[in-house]
């Protein structure tokens, strides 16, 4: 298990994220010790025994954060059949029957495909065609529901059907995943090696919202050697009453941890996804007609979604609510006003505009993944239509005083930090112009919202900081000029608690 030291870096260009701030005309040093910042200023003395590094100019800011990550799914995306270019149910079998040629003793677990926007649904039995006995699993690129064939039903313990499992029962069913395929892509480490690439990319800290995590796997994991970054658990509601009756309270340090492995929120994922047209919205979807439920549907009852937040609340636990249609969202705001709960809306991707403003009045943070922005602009304009105006809408979120967190949705999209801030700059991954440009934000606004709440570098701030060979506020002519600035940054160090995780100098 890694200690923590003490590191004075010298001749860094201090990057101003925090209100108010101005960079410092030249470069100062910085003094971590304990792994607490203890001194910011010029020409520092070292104390005895402190390790020195010299910055050479490069730009400093505070540790880049994910806010929403499942570690798990990420860990294991490199292994999967990728079908995220699939544009058709017939693209997809004819992949999985590529892959069956190549591999025929191998399940077939995909990930990727968006079929939200294909002209038809897809059946059991067209997969059954091109797969035989071979096991077959194609997780949806929003990770709310699976494409299996007849064998991979039977073998997770599933009814036969011919369509796809969604929402509640996918997820009950995932965590049975390794039974197929076992558990080798998630050693600790598989996570280790995850940790080390997020690391590359400046990233110091990770919430982990995956379903068959536990304080257990990560003392173990933690024991191993997957131990680079900080972690934050979250718990859902069929393992809430263990973490209660373990003592458990967001902020607490898991057992057989140290202090950068804790407990996190609670996650409720209250409705489902633009992609199977399950986020539950106040008007039908454009292609309602298709639909069982024309506007989507809340997972949970009003008073469930209640019960479980006071229930945390009580507990002292944070409580991390997945609401993505305006209908969620609003039901979400309602819930946490009445049971004075606190903790985040995660995506919130379709806001009512007065449902922001009580976002502000609540306290309650937006926990964002702009780059999902890229990847739903075109199905979102198709069915949600003159809605899309109130989708992503960072700034109005900024504006009004609501507290942003950003993050990836890992393996939804990439685990990128430069990715999201880029997108939440520019919002096109294309030629075409920015997609609601008027709900941007700022390179600084978005750097501030990826560093878990501490934009300022100065005394008692975290030791977590991350050196760039470039300067992240340098604009180019245009958004999407400054996209690709940010998102091709390079990072040099990175350091978590004064220790470098991550060194290319």
Same mark, same amino acid.
């Given at each position: 298990?890694?200690?923590?030291?003490?590191?004075?870096?010298?001749?860094?260009?201090?990057? /101003?994220?925090?209100?108010?701030?101005?960079?410092? =005309? &030249? /470069?100062?040093?910085?003094?971590? +010790?304990?792994?607490?910042?203890?001194?910011?200023?010029?020409?520092?003395?070292?104390?005895?025994?402190?390790?020195?590094?010299?910055?050479?100019?490069?730009?400093?800011? /505070?540790?880049?954060?994910?806010?929403?990550?499942?570690?798990?799914?990420?860990?294991?995306?490199?292994?999967?059949?990728?079908?995220?270019?699939? &544009?058709?149910?017939?693209?997809?079998?004819?992949?999985?029957? +590529?892959?069956?040629?190549?591999?025929?003793?191998?399940?077939?677990?995909?990930?990727?495909?968006?079929?939200?926007?294909?002209?038809?649904?897809?059946?059991?039995?067209?997969?059954?065609?091109?797969?035989?006995?071979?096991?077959?699993?194609?997780?949806?690129?929003?990770?709310?529901?699976?494409?299996?064939?007849?064998?991979?039903?039977?073998?997770?313990?599933?009814?036969?059907?011919?369509?796809?499992?969604?929402?509640?029962?996918?997820?009950?069913?995932?965590?049975?995943?390794?039974?197929?395929?076992?558990?080798?892509?998630?050693?600790?480490?598989? *996570?280790?090696?995850?940790?080390?690439?997020?690391?590359?990319?400046?990233?110091?800290?990770?919430?982990?919202?995956?379903?068959?995590?536990?304080?257990? +796997?990560?003392?173990?994991?933690?024991?191993?050697?997957?131990?680079?970054?900080?972690?934050?658990?979250?718990? *859902?509601?069929?393992?809430?009453?263990?973490?209660?009756?373990?003592?458990?309270?967001?902020? =607490?340090?898991? /057992?057989?941890?140290?202090?950068?492995?804790?407990?996190?929120?609670?996650?409720?994922?209250?409705?489902?996804?633009?992609?199977?047209?399950?986020?539950?919205?106040?008007?039908?979807?454009?292609?309602?007609?298709?639909?069982?439920?024309?506007?989507?549907?809340?997972?949970?009852?009003?008073?469930?979604?209640?019960?479980?937040?006071? &229930?945390?609340?009580?507990?002292?636990?944070?409580?991390?609510?997945?609401?993505?249609?305006?209908?969620?969202?609003? +039901?979400?705001?309602?819930? *946490?006003?009445?049971?004075?709960?606190?903790?985040?809306?995660?995506?919130?991707?379709?806001?009512?505009?007065?449902?922001?403003?009580?976002?502000?009045?609540?306290?309650?943070?937006?926990?964002?993944?702009?780059?999902?922005?890229?990847?739903?602009?075109?199905?979102?304009?198709?069915?949600?239509?003159?809605?899309?105006?109130?989708?992503?809408?960072?700034?109005?979120?900024?504006?009004?005083?609501?507290?942003?967190?950003?993050?990836?949705?890992?393996?939804?999209?990439?685990?990128?930090?430069?990715?999201?801030?880029?997108?939440?700059?520019?919002?096109?991954?294309?030629? &075409?112009?920015?997609?609601?440009?008027?709900?941007?934000?700022?390179?600084?606004?978005?750097? $501030?919202?990826?560093?878990?709440?501490?934009?300022?570098?100065? $005394?008692?701030?975290?030791?977590?900081?991350?050196?760039?060979?470039?300067?992240?506020?340098?604009?180019?002519?245009?958004?999407?000029?400054?996209?690709?600035?940010?998102?091709?940054?390079?990072?040099?160090?990175?350091?978590?608690?004064?220790?470098?995780?991550?060194?290319?100098?």
């Amino acid at each position: 298990m890694r200690t923590v030291t003490s590191h004075l870096i010298r001749n860094a260009r201090l990057v /101003p994220l925090g209100p108010g701030e101005d960079a410092p =005309d &030249r /470069p100062l040093d910085v003094l971590v +010790e304990q792994g607490t910042v203890t001194a910011v200023g010029a020409a520092l003395d070292r104390p005895a025994g402190v390790e020195e590094s010299d910055a050479q100019g490069r730009w400093l800011i /505070p540790g880049l954060w994910d806010q929403h990550v499942h570690l798990a799914q990420w860990t294991l995306a490199s292994q999967r059949l990728d079908l995220a270019a699939a &544009r058709s149910p017939e693209d997809a079998t004819r992949a999985v029957a +590529e892959r069956i040629a190549e591999w025929p003793d191998h399940p077939v677990i995909g990930w990727g495909h968006r079929s939200g926007g294909w002209d038809r649904d897809v059946t059991v039995s067209e997969l059954d065609a091109v797969s035989g006995d071979t096991p077959v699993v194609l997780i949806s690129g929003d990770g709310h529901h699976a494409w299996l064939n007849t064998t991979a039903l039977m073998h997770l313990a599933m009814p036969v059907r011919d369509s796809v499992v969604r929402e509640g029962e996918w997820f009950a069913a995932y965590a049975r995943l390794s039974t197929l395929v076992g558990d080798d892509g998630t050693s600790p480490e598989a *996570y280790r090696r995850t940790l080390d690439h997020a690391a590359s990319m400046g990233v110091v800290g990770i919430v982990d919202f995956e379903f068959s995590g536990g304080a257990r +796997e990560w003392a173990e994991r933690w024991a191993a050697g997957a131990d680079l970054l900080r972690i934050r658990m979250a718990t *859902y509601a069929d393992t809430l009453e263990d973490v209660i009756a373990a003592g458990l309270r967001t902020g =607490d340090t898991l /057992p057989g941890c140290d202090g950068r492995a804790t407990m996190g929120p609670l996650k409720i994922i209250s409705d489902g996804s633009l992609n199977t047209r399950t986020a539950w919205c106040c008007q039908p979807y454009a292609d309602a007609h298709r639909l069982e439920y024309p506007c989507g549907q809340p997972n949970l009852s009003g008073d469930e979604l209640r019960t479980l937040l006071a &229930r945390a609340h009580r507990s002292g636990l944070e409580v991390a609510t997945h609401a993505i249609g305006d209908a969620a969202v609003a +039901e979400a705001l309602a819930s *946490y006003a009445d049971t004075g709960a606190r903790g985040s809306i995660e995506h919130a991707q379709m806001v009512g505009r007065d449902d922001v403003r009580r976002m502000a009045e609540l306290g309650i943070r937006a926990s964002i993944q702009p780059a999902h922005l890229l990847d739903d602009r075109d199905l979102t304009e198709k069915i949600w239509g003159d809605r899309a105006e109130r989708c992503f809408a960072f700034r109005w979120m900024l504006d009004d005083g609501v507290e942003l967190a950003m993050g990836s949705d890992a393996p939804v999209s990439a685990l990128d930090p430069w990715l999201a801030i880029a997108a939440a700059v520019h919002r096109s991954a294309d030629d &075409r112009e920015a997609w609601h440009g008027e709900q941007a934000l700022t390179a600084r606004e978005a750097l $501030a919202a990826s560093v878990d709440g501490l934009p300022t570098v100065g $005394a008692g701030s975290r030791g977590d900081l991350v050196l760039l060979d470039r300067d992240p506020l340098a604009a180019g002519e245009g958004t999407a000029a400054t996209g690709e600035l940010l998102r091709t940054m390079p990072v040099a160090t990175t350091f978590v608690g004064g220790v470098a995780v991550h060194d290319v100098r």
